[in-house]
Structures are given as structure tokens and as C-alpha cells.
């Protein structure tokens, strides 16, 4: 029996739904975990970060346990507004919940990743990350739908550009009529 059709046909139907959902995820994980940063400059914050920064690798491990207990009362919460029938409530407390999770795990593995490091197993799954995103980005590039996106992002980005120049002139001229008066 030739199960490549099969395959083909699999690969067609789940790849792309899995593949933006990887990367909706590395996006969270990245932006999210970059903007957790300035919270830093609080100082509990930053007292916190240096004490994970020092932690031992089993430690910065079991710190990954932290945002599923800090959410677990969010997703009850969800649950609740489900079984009350506010399904938009719901909604917005799980994506909230899932939202602000994200943002904590990826401090967390900014700040724990040496210490992670330290496993090969870690290391395995982050490099098996890092080439499944990079090709799942060459692929996306690769399509005309992003090309396209591209083209739009550009026009829209000279046009806004554009629109600043001539506001900022029309400003300029403005303050110089008023000097004038």
C-alpha cells in the first residue's frame, strides 16, 4: 500500500494550521519576553531576574512551574465565565491569561537559558526550535501571500513616511507664521 499520498495529504491539512501556531507562539514568546524586560527596571523585578540569573539548572527548571501556578486561577476563572455562559468573558480571560503566561515564560527563558544550557537535552530541543523556525520563516517568505505582505508593508511605510514629512513641514511653516505675527 503507497501511503505517500496519505502523507502528502496529512502534511497538507495539518502543517499550516501547526506551522502559525508555532509561529503566533515564537512571536509571543520573543515580543513578550523582550517587553517583560523593562518591568526590570523595577527594582523587585531586577531583584527577582538576579536571583533566577544565579540559579542552578534543576532550579531554573522547576522555575518553569511558576506561570502555570500564577495562571492556574485565571484559567478557573475562565472556566467560570464558560459555565456561567459569558463566553466572551471567557474568552478574553483564557487569551488574557495565556497572553500575560507567555510573556512570563519567555523571561523566564531569557534569564534561565545559560543555566538551561547546561542540559543536552535542552540544547537538543533548542536547536530543533531554532531550525524548525528558520524554516518555517523561509517557507512563509517563499510564498507570494508574504511577498505581497511585503510590497504593502513598504507602500504603506513610504506612505506614512510621506505623511510625517508633509505634517512636519506644515508644522515648521505654522511655528515660523507664528514667529512672524
Given amino acids: 500500500m503507497n501511503l505517500v499520498p496519505l502523507r502528502r ?9 501547526l506551522a502559525g501556531l508555532f509561529l503566533i507562539e ?3 514568546v520573543r515580543s513578550f519576553g523582550a517587553a517583560m524586560g523593562a ?3 523595577l527594582r523587585l523585578v531586577a531583584r527577582f531576574e538576579a536571583w533566577a540569573s544565579r540559579l542552578r ?9 511558576l506561570p502555570v501556578v500564577i495562571f492556574f486561577p485565571v484559567h478557573l476563572a475562565a472556566l467560570w465565565a464558560f459555565a456561567t455562559r459569558r463566553v466572551w468573558l471567557g474568552v478574553a480571560i483564557y ?14 527563558l531569557i534569564i534561565c537559558r545559560p543555566a538551561l544550557m547546561q542540559y543536552r537535552w535542552f540544547v537538543r530541543a533548542s536547536d530543533w ?3 524548525t523556525r528558520t524554516r518555517i520563516h523561509e517557507a512563509v517568505a517563499a510564498t507570494a501571500l508574504w511577498q505581497s505582505y511585503l510590497r504593502f508593508r513598504a507602500a ?20 515660523l507664521a507664528r514667529r512672524k505675527a
Avoid: C, E
Fill in 39 to 41: 518591568f526590570a527596571r
Fill in 129 to 131: 526550535v531554532t531550525r
Fill in 156 to 175: 504603506l511605510r513610504r506612505a506614512v513616511s510621506g505623511m510625517r514629512s508633509r505634517f512636519g513641514l506644515l508644522a515648521t511653516a505654522r511655528r
Fill in 57 to 65: 539548572p534543576w532550579q531554573a527548571l522547576l522555575l518553569f512551574v
Fill in 26 to 28: 515564537d512571536l509571543l
Fill in 9 to 17: 495529504l496529512v502534511r497538507a491539512l495539518i502543517l499550516p494550521p
Fill in 95 to 108: 487569551i488574557a491569561g495565556k497572553l500575560m503566561a507567555t510573556a512570563v515564560v519567555g523571561r523566564i
